[in-house]
């Protein structure tokens, strides 16, 4: 894999290139101190994963997430940084992983797998569409047929969602999960049998869930509709929403329209 590190601070960087390095997994392991120079590294070369702090001197690590998330073909975003503070924002931009100094080597090789392990899955996908090889013309071709067919990867139909818990994998019935929701960078789902926490950005599992059984509700909450038990009038015109177990969850105002449309409100 190839990384580049992004950090003002000679120390953590070095620190964190050692961590690395240890690791055995990186061929590549460059270094940024400013957006500046990230972006400039970025024109000339591709990374697997960025390791990104969020205070850069005067600038913000997460502005600079959003410029790279706008790329065709962006790094994976690794948060690594002093404060836990903007996990929550973090996550919100896609992130991978979030981790806090001062860094350790079994915390590192846990992300570390984790985005090994989506570069495995990407590169299997993309062999999948590729092979046979044919012409670039017949390819084309059949690329303008299926952008209008639903392929097995896009159908999210599952009836199952595996999540990674303290290094061990649980396959969860998606009908028995109730809700997955977001409090200070951590992401729950809560289940009819326990609830599991997680370090998995909630916007990697929304991409994974059945989208005609679960519904956002919250920039920080997804809920099961066939779990709502009772909506009741909530503060500035919105609803709050009991779901099986008493968990009790509000709809923000911006997901107002389409709640109420999901359910027949409108």
Do not use: C
Request: no cysteine; net charge negative; aromatic share 8%.
């Amino acid at each position: 894999m190839k990384t580049l590190i992004v950090d003002d601070e000679p120390l953590a960087r070095n620190e964190l290139n050692y961590l690395l390095t240890q690791n055995g997994n990186f061929e590549v392991i460059d270094e940024a101190e400013t957006i500046g120079e990230t972006l400039e590294k970025l024109l000339y070369e591709t990374y697997d994963v960025i390791f990104l702090d969020i205070n850069l001197m005067d600038e913000s690590g997460l502005d600079l997430a959003e410029k790279i998330q706008k790329m065709k073909h962006p790094p994976y975003i690794i948060f690594a940084t002093a404060h836990d503070t903007f996990a929550v924002k973090a996550f919100e931009l896609d992130a991978t992983d979030y981790i806090l100094k001062p860094f350790e080597q079994d915390r590192i090789n846990q992300a570390v797998t984790r985005v090994a392990a989506k570069l495995n899955y990407s590169s299997s996908s993309n062999q999948q569409t590729t092979e046979p090889q044919e012409s670039s013309e017949k390819v084309g071709e059949t690329v303008r047929q299926n952008q209008f067919k639903p392929s097995e990867h896009s159908i999210k139909q599952p009836s199952v969602l595996p999540i990674e818990v303290d290094e061990r994998i649980y396959v969860l019935n998606q009908k028995e999960i109730i809700a997955l929701s977001v409090n200070n960078g951590k992401t729950t789902l809560h289940t009819l049998n326990r609830d599991y926490e997680t370090t998995e950005p909630l916007n990697n599992y929304a991409k994974r869930l059945d989208d005609t059984q679960f519904l956002r509700i919250h920039r920080s909450t997804i809920i099961n509709q066939a779990h709502i038990q009772t909506i009741e009038h909530w503060f500035n015109y919105t609803y709050q929403v009991t779901l099986t177990g008493n968990l009790k969850v509000q709809v923000s105002r911006s997901y107002m329209k389409p709640f109420k449309a999901a359910i027949g409100l409108i």
